[in-house]
């Protein structure tokens, strides 16, 4: 079986915005040797060539910094009246499954992928969207991942594209780009320019009509074939929690 890495690293970055840096604290070996002799065991009782355990910390790191998964609870608290699902509470289930990669990578900047695309693709390569499928969306702007304009270039779902998936029987899709919408500072200039309320996060806010579950900023897509492979995306269970770090594999037999 060949395993495909889909996650970024997760490490400290200067280029990130002030919203998602990451800061890590790599304990060295030697200092947990004078941890030991504070809990009370003597040097002399050190095993030989004993250098003690590295350690880290996290210590900053929000649940949408890199790789990872969105809980419906993430888009609304409610979807269609009732309580949304937080990540500790998504199904296993929706997490593993045939994958399949829906390539929009000749989409230019700011122009949204729509359900035309997406058919035209499937036509194209005579590929077909089956229900529990994930549907990974392929747009090369993983290239950009790391440098100060990842969060600000690059296209991103309709609320169309998002809710055809949807009905389709698709509860997990996610994209290489920043985010699943359109980039952030450029649906707020869009949304300040028309007037219109409803441009705003629109594939987002599909979540608060019909549930699903999306994951942001992966990479290593072209390393993919359309089809013919599994996919497993395991949230870390932060109970509550919106979203959360998941390391995005792909296996092919």
Same mark, same amino acid.
């Given at each position: 079986?060949?395993?495909?890495?889909?996650?970024?690293?997760?490490?400290?970055?200067?280029?990130?915005?002030?919203?998602?840096?990451?800061?890590?604290?790599?304990?060295?070996?030697?200092?947990?040797?004078?941890?030991?002799?504070?809990?009370?065991?003597?040097?002399?009782?050190?095993?030989?060539?004993?250098?003690?355990?590295? %350690?880290?910390? !996290?210590?900053? +790191? &929000?649940?949408? /910094?890199?790789?990872?998964?969105?809980?419906?609870? =993430?888009?609304?608290?409610?979807?269609?009246?009732?309580?949304?699902?937080?990540?500790?509470?998504?199904?296993?289930?929706?997490?593993?499954?045939?994958?399949?990669?829906?390539?929009?990578?000749?989409?230019?900047?700011?122009?949204?992928?729509?359900?035309?695309?997406?058919?035209?693709?499937?036509?194209?390569?005579?590929?077909?969207?089956?229900?529990?499928?994930?549907?990974?969306?392929?747009?090369?702007?993983?290239?950009?991942?790391?440098?100060?304009?990842?969060?600000?270039?690059?296209?991103?779902?309709?609320?169309?594209?998002?809710?055809?998936?949807? %009905?389709?029987? !698709?509860?997990? +899709? &996610?994209?290489? /780009?920043?985010?699943?919408?359109?980039?952030?500072? =450029?649906?707020?200039?869009?949304?300040?320019?028309?007037?219109?309320?409803?441009?705003?996060?629109?594939?987002?806010?599909?979540?608060?009509?019909?549930?699903?579950?999306?994951?942001?900023?992966?990479?290593?897509?072209?390393?993919?074939?359309?089809?013919?492979?599994?996919?497993?995306?395991?949230?870390?269970?932060?109970?509550?929690?919106?979203?959360?770090?998941?390391?995005?594999?792909?296996?092919?037999?």
């Amino acid at each position: 079986m060949k395993i495909i890495d889909l996650s970024k690293p997760i490490q400290y970055n200067k280029n990130d915005p002030w919203f998602m840096k990451v800061k890590i604290k790599h304990k060295p070996h030697r200092k947990a040797k004078w941890l030991i002799r504070v809990l009370g065991l003597p040097f002399r009782l050190f095993p030989k060539g004993f250098t003690g355990w590295a %350690d880290d910390t !996290i210590q900053k +790191m &929000g649940v949408h /910094s890199t790789t990872h998964i969105d809980a419906p609870w =993430h888009y609304s608290p409610t979807v269609n009246g009732e309580k949304a699902k937080t990540i500790d509470e998504v199904p296993l289930d929706w997490c593993y499954g045939q994958g399949i990669v829906i390539d929009m990578k000749h989409k230019a900047d700011f122009d949204a992928i729509t359900v035309e695309d997406i058919t035209t693709f499937l036509e194209e390569n005579k590929l077909t969207i089956e229900p529990k499928m994930i549907v990974l969306i392929k747009t090369g702007r993983d290239k950009f991942n790391g440098t100060k304009d990842f969060h600000k270039i690059g296209t991103g779902m309709s609320a169309e594209a998002t809710e055809w998936l949807i %009905d389709k029987g !698709i509860k997990v +899709m &996610g994209i290489d /780009s920043w985010g699943w919408d359109l980039p952030l500072p =450029h649906m707020l200039k869009k949304a300040k320019e028309t007037g219109d309320s409803e441009l705003f996060w629109e594939a987002h806010l599909v979540g608060q009509r019909k549930e699903y579950c999306h994951m942001e900023q992966l990479v290593n897509l072209d390393a993919l074939p359309y089809s013919g492979f599994k996919v497993a995306v395991f949230p870390l269970k932060i109970v509550g929690a919106s979203a959360a770090p998941a390391r995005v594999v792909a296996m092919m037999e």
